[in-house]
């Protein structure tokens, strides 16, 4: 699944392809779109995009009267560009633009979500996040560290591959309970979660300077299934629970 710094990545491409151009037609097959075919059409058609960005883990496409166009990839959806009509399978949502060219979103499990004019959330994005905050959605929480991470009624955008390449920077355990890690360890998460996230994205669009798919994860430290040691050259071990592989070492302190 596209992590934050992916969809950031995405959203500074979309933002070089799409800007002015104006919309034509939009073609929504999915059954599962919160908003009909229809009324996409009639409220976007005509409407220039005026700016494309990121919100948590959701891609959106501004357009010149107000509207937003929500784009969740979930965990398969792609992303296609294309000068001319584009015609790819699994096709969840096409936007076609007044100059020929067209974006498609697509997604073989049919899960990736389309929404006209989504509601503001009141939570807080991970590049957002204040130490304040942060403090006060720990204090006294007996829920694991990662898994306060990854809940995104408390921070947006942080995904379960980069929780464990935060957690490793700030040296603390993934299993450590939230409401046991002391004041000086939680600034040092604070820093790595901006700071691991905003050089990544900076990594990804060097890498693969045209991205708006797919998931680059092989610069990764710890969370990567070629690695065996960390630059520290401590061990990575790895647990499994429920599907979600957590990698981590034991340069990383456990709070309980």
Do not use: C
Not at 150 to 176: C, K, M, T
């Amino acid at each position: 699944m596209p992590e934050l710094p992916d969809l950031q990545a995405f959203s500074h491409n979309l933002q070089k392809l799409l800007a002015g151009k104006q919309v034509e037609k939009v073609i929504v097959p999915s059954k599962k779109a919160h908003s009909a075919e229809k009324t996409m059409q009639e409220t976007l058609h005509g409407q220039k995009v005026s700016k494309v960005y990121r919100s948590g883990k959701e891609l959106r496409i501004a357009f010149s009267k107000g509207d937003v166009l929500g784009l969740h990839l979930m965990l398969r959806g792609r992303l296609h560009f294309s000068n001319e009509a584009l015609h790819e399978k699994g096709t969840v949502l096409e936007l076609h633009f007044k100059d020929g060219s067209s974006l498609a979103m697509t997604d073989f499990m049919g899960a990736a979500l389309p929404t006209l004019n989504p509601e503001e959330p009141d939570v807080p994005d991970a590049l957002e996040l204040t130490l304040d905050y942060l403090k006060s959605k720990l204090e006294g929480t007996r829920s694991s560290i990662k898994n306060i991470l990854l809940d995104q009624h408390v921070i947006r955008g942080i995904g379960n591959a980069y929780a464990d390449e935060i957690l490793w920077d700030a040296g603390i355990s993934p299993f450590s309970v939230g409401g046991k890690i002391p004041a000086d360890k939680i600034k040092d998460l604070q820093h790595s979660i901006k700071t691991v996230l905003t050089q990544s994205e900076k990594t990804i669009l060097k890498t693969h300077p045209d991205i708006i798919a797919g998931e680059v994860r092989d610069f990764f430290k710890i969370h990567n299934a070629r690695q065996t040691t960390s630059p520290g050259g401590s061990e990575i071990e790895i647990q499994t629970n429920g599907g979600r592989k957590t990698y981590y070492t034991a340069e990383q302190v456990l709070y309980k």
